[in-house]
């Protein structure tokens, strides 16, 4: 090869080398990760503009993970150019992968959303795992939600302080075939009759499954009320003591229980799988229509219903927070605001049959009309009923005594 061709040659090959490391350097530029405090909404959906953002949450409802992949990922990308990456994930890993991250001082994570609430919001906020106060930046957030409300100051007892913002409420609902036993249970006295005309048919969840934990929590309050737990200290006799007429009610229920309560199913979907099978006569859901898309579904007969304890049944609203470390934080906060919008609430409403979150006086009386006309289907009850028989969650600290305390007291005796 010539001098002069030789030299011709090194520079095309520079002037190529440095096209492409620009190119790789341009595909692969990060998102910005942190948001100036100042920004307002518009200047967010900018930043947000063609970006990724990643939602963990568990994966287990497959109505919601169709829901979120289709009408909430089409509404994020017509409306802001953002794709949604819905991404299945028990808490306990999310937390796991968390405390990994920030342990080894990653900065840029992988995780903007977060399914999450009760005790789960109690430890990432404890430990520094999640994004601060956001929700004031949420215009839809400032109209349509009851920031007064206790559900949006407290989650499971502990401070919100605007770290999450609500996804969808839900409530305690037991369930029965009427074909099968005419009779509901008003209380825990008729529950335990109940138990004893059907014996070895009615069970719930072992404990810590959410549900189990949420019924046990619910024949508590029946017993003893629910006041008293709400400023309890985390101190294991404290707790035990109050508790200790409703340890007694459960050991008395025991012996008509399935496998007479030497133990119990593994987790609520064990329960509900028993249940359309028939054998169980009993059910419950933290899904306060739940029965509706199971009939819907050809899981339950025609015939089941939901029903609620006079006195109430707990309650909680579950959440959607960012993470510390989160690479698109803008991305997150313009998603959680369309979540939290008129149209989608409503669309979860009707397709999930999940209680929502926007507060029914701050509507418009066209937007009433979207939730009006929902049809919440066969063996529900109106969401006035049980918003009116809806209790407040414990404390998140007392949770896990509790669930302690049932294992040592409750199981095998």
């Known amino acids: ?3 002069q061709t030789f030299t011709k040659f090194l520079i095309y090959l520079m002037v190529f080398a440095l096209v492409a490391l620009t190119g790789c350097s341009n595909a692969a530029a ?3 990760k942190e948001v100036n405090e100042n920004a307002d909404f518009d200047a967010l959906v900018a930043q947000a503009k063609g970006t990724t953002v990643t939602f963990y949450g568990w994966g287990g409802d497959e109505l919601r993970n169709k829901w979120l992949d289709t009408v909430v990922a089409s509404t994020l990308k017509t409306k802001y150019d953002i794709t949604l990456k819905r991404v299945p994930m028990d808490i306990d890993q999310i937390l796991s992968q968390l405390s990994g991250e920030k342990q080894a001082g990653k900065e840029e994570g992988s995780i903007d959303m977060i ?7 109690f430890s990432a906020k404890e430990n520094g795992f999640l994004y601060g106060s956001f929700t004031d930046k949420l215009p839809n957030y400032d109209k349509y939600i009851d920031q007064n409300s206790e ?5 499971f007892g502990y401070p919100i302080e605007g770290y999450e913002a609500p996804y ?3 409530q305690m609902v037991l369930i029965n075939d009427s074909a099968v036993t005419p009779e509901t249970p008003k209380n825990t006295e008729e529950l335990l009759v109940y138990a004893k005309k059907y014996p070895g048919k009615v069970t719930y969840p072992a404990l810590p499954d959410f549900t189990g934990s949420a019924f046990v929590r619910t024949i508590i309050y029946d017993i003893v009320g629910y006041e008293q737990f709400m400023t309890m200290e985390a101190d294991k006799e404290t707790v035990k003591a109050a508790i200790l007429p409703a340890l007694e009610y459960l050991k008395e229920l025991n012996p008509y229980l399935w496998n007479e309560g030497k133990t119990f199913p593994a987790t609520s979907s064990q329960v509900m799988n028993m249940f359309s099978d028939g054998e169980l006569v009993m059910n419950m859901s933290y899904g306060p229509y739940s029965v509706a898309t199971s009939i819907e579904a050809g899981i339950y007969p025609k015939t089941a219903r939901t029903f609620l304890f006079d006195k109430g ?4 609203t579950n959440y959607i927070a960012i993470a510390a470390n989160s690479p698109n934080k803008a991305g997150a906060m313009v998603a ?3 979540i939290i919008s008129v149209e989608l609430q409503a669309s979860q409403f009707s397709e999930l049959k999940d209680l929502p979150v926007v507060a029914y006086d701050k509507l418009t009386a066209e937007e009433k009309t979207k939730f009006d006309s929902v049809d919440t ?6 969401q006035d009923e049980l918003l009116a028989k809806r209790l407040p969650e414990m404390p998140a600290k007392l949770v896990p005594i509790i669930e302690e305390i049932w294992l040592e007291e409750v199981v095998g005796q």
């Open 377 to 382: 289907g066969k063996g529900t009850l109106p």
């Open 115 to 121: 399914w999450i609430n009760g005790e789960n919001f």
């Open 1 to 3: 090869m010539k001098k």
């Open 151 to 155: 559900e949006n100051q407290y989650d």
């Open 30 to 32: 990060p998102v910005a």
């Open 313 to 316: 049944t707990v309650g909680n």
């Open 336 to 338: 959680i605001n369309e």
């Open 168 to 170: 969808s409420k839900a």
